[in-house]
C-alpha cells in the first residue's frame, strides 16, 4: 500500500456515497447562513461590513475544521476497534509518516470539499467574498492541521463513546468561541489571548482578511506552527497504534 493507494481507498468509499456525505457537509452550515443571513444579516453590521459577510469566512472555517477533523477521527476509530483493518494497513509495507501524510491530505481534501459548497450556497446570501491565494492557502493549512489533530484522536481514544466527548469538548467549543460568529474583542484581554492561540482563530481571522484582500502572513505563519506541531504527533502515535 502507498501514499496514493490510502487516497484512492478512500475515495472510493467517498464516491460510494457522495449524496450522503455531500449533505452531510452541507446541511448545517446552510442552517446557520439562513440563519445569520437571512434572519439577522441585514440588521447588523460588524467593522463596516454586512453581518452576513463578516460570518461566512467564519462559517467557511468552522465547517472546513469539523470535516477533516471527524472524517479521519471517526474513520481512524472505526477502523482501529471495530472492522479492525487498520491493523492490516500497518501490517503492510507502509510507513507511519507516510500513513499519516496520506490520511492528513485525506482529511483536507473532505475540508476542501465541503468549504467548496459552502462558498457556492453562500452566494445566495451574499456576493462579497472575494477567494484570493492568500484565502486559499489559509483554508488549506486550517484542513491540514485539524486532519493531523483528528489522526492522533482517532489513534488515542478507546471508543467510539469518546470521540463524542472530544467532539463536545474541544471541537463543538472552538467552532463558537474561536471568533466564528462573534469578534474575538468581546471578550475579556486575557480570554481573547487565549483564544487567539488556537488554530481556528487564526483560520478565521486570516480568512476574513483573506477575503478582502488584505491578509497578513501571520496567520498562515501561526497555523505552519500548528501544524509542525500536530503532524509529528500524529506520526509518533500512528507508529505506537495497535
Not at 500513513?99 to 481534501?109: E, I, N
Not at 488515542?156 to 469538548?169: E, Q
Not at 478582502?212 to 505506537?240: D, E, F, H, R, T
Request: proline share 5%; aromatic share 12%.
Amino acid at each position: 500500500m502507498t501514499f496514493g493507494a490510502v487516497i484512492w481507498k478512500d475515495f472510493i468509499v467517498f464516491k460510494s456515497k457522495f449524496t450522503s456525505n455531500t449533505l452531510a457537509a452541507i446541511i448545517g452550515p446552510l442552517l446557520y447562513l439562513i440563519a445569520f443571513g437571512w434572519g439577522i444579516g441585514n440588521s447588523l453590521a460588524v467593522g463596516g461590513q454586512s453581518y452576513v459577510a463578516f460570518v461566512i469566512p467564519g462559517i467557511v472555517a468552522m465547517n472546513s475544521m469539523s470535516i477533516s477533523f471527524n472524517i479521519i477521527a471517526s474513520n481512524l476509530n472505526i477502523a482501529r476497534l471495530y472492522d479492525k483493518t487498520f491493523e492490516a494497513e500497518m501490517t503492510s509495507p507502509l510507513r507511519p509518516f507516510v500513513f499519516t501524510l496520506a490520511k492528513t491530505t485525506v482529511g483536507m481534501l473532505r475540508g476542501l470539499y465541503s468549504a467548496a459548497l459552502i462558498m457556492i450556497v453562500s452566494l445566495l446570501f451574499d456576493r462579497s467574498l472575494v477567494i484570493t491565494p492568500y484565502f486559499a492557502l489559509l483554508l488549506i493549512l486550517n484542513c491540514a492541521v485539524f486532519a493531523s489533530i483528528g489522526i492522533i484522536v482517532g489513534l488515542k481514544i478507546k471508543s467510539h463513546a469518546d470521540m463524542a466527548k472530544v467532539t463536545n469538548f474541544v471541537i463543538t467549543p472552538m467552532s463558537f468561541l474561536c471568533g466564528t460568529l462573534f469578534p474575538l474583542d468581546r471578550f475579556p484581554t486575557a480570554i481573547r489571548y487565549v483564544f487567539q492561540a488556537l488554530p481556528l482563530s487564526q483560520a478565521v481571522m486570516g480568512l476574513r482578511r483573506g477575503a478582502s484582500a488584505g491578509g497578513s502572513w501571520l496567520q498562515p505563519v501561526l497555523l505552519l506552527v500548528w501544524l509542525a506541531i500536530m503532524l509529528p504527533i500524529a506520526v509518533k502515535v500512528c507508529s505506537k497504534a495497535e
